[in-house]
T-cell receptor, first 116, second 112 residues
């Protein structure tokens, strides 16, 4: 009963390097989300995917790209990492195709990323 | 636009004291509100949904549409309640997809 699984859990990057954060859910949920969590800022939505094959920008999409590889997987890519992208990244999913979180979102355990 | 405001970044109480974490929202439609809790370095967990009007771990929250508030309350705080609490609102600001918008969070510390 894994729920939402994120890899890696920790990562240190140098400025300008690229990387992909992976997220997979095994609950047959339609909608998936990427948030970043910063002290004093709460959680801010980066990108979301309402259903397989669709992606949309959230509140803070600049510097990121996403891929909804299939219904289970939703990856977040940093093409050229910057220190401002140092954050904890959370992936989440919900069952409803409209994203309506009738029963809330299920979150992964997070990826702690440091860009130096 | 949808917005969630949690006016207190930090809240400290003693064990056994009542606790209230404030949440105000701004949304033009009919809101769906949630409280999430994050224990130290763990994932966010859903604590309460306003539509279910439930009590979880002794916490309750009532939606007050007149005051646009959804405050979280517990009559007797326990040390294990120490955590970050996020209020969240589900709405769709244009388009057909719902999004969950979070407040900035309140860090609750319950002292022995």
């Amino acid at each position: 009963n894994a729920g939402v699984t994120q890899t890696p859990k920790f990562q240190v990057l140098k400025t300008g390097q690229s990387m992909t954060l992976q997220c997979a859910q095994d609950m047959n949920h339609n909608s998936m989300y990427w948030y970043r969590q910063d002290p004093g800022m709460g959680l801010r939505l980066i990108y979301y995917s309402a259903s397989e094959g669709t992606t949309d920008k959230g509140e803070v999409p600049n510097g990121y790209n996403v891929s909804r590889l299939n219904k289970r997987e939703f990856s977040l890519r940093l093409e050229s990492a910057a220190p401002s992208q140092t954050s904890v990244y959370f992936c989440a999913s919900s069952a409803d195709q409209t994203g309506r979180p009738n029963y809330g979102y299920t979150f992964g355990s997070g990826t702690r990323l440091t860009v130096v | 636009a949808q917005r969630v405001t949690q006016p207190e970044k930090l809240l400290s109480v003693f064990k056994g004291a009542p606790v209230e974490l404030k949440c105000n929202y701004s949304y033009s439609g009919s809101p769906e509100l949630f409280w999430y809790v994050q224990y130290s370095r763990q994932r966010l967990q859903l604590l309460l949904r306003h539509i279910s009007r439930e009590s979880i771990k002794g916490f309750t929250a009532d939606l007050n549409k007149g005051e646009t508030s959804f405050h979280l309350k517990k009559p007797f705080a326990q040390e294990e309640d120490s955590a970050m609490y996020y209020c969240a609102l589900s709405g769709h600001s244009g388009g057909s997809n719902y999004k969950l918008t979070f407040g900035k969070g309140t860090l609750l510390t319950v002292n022995p």
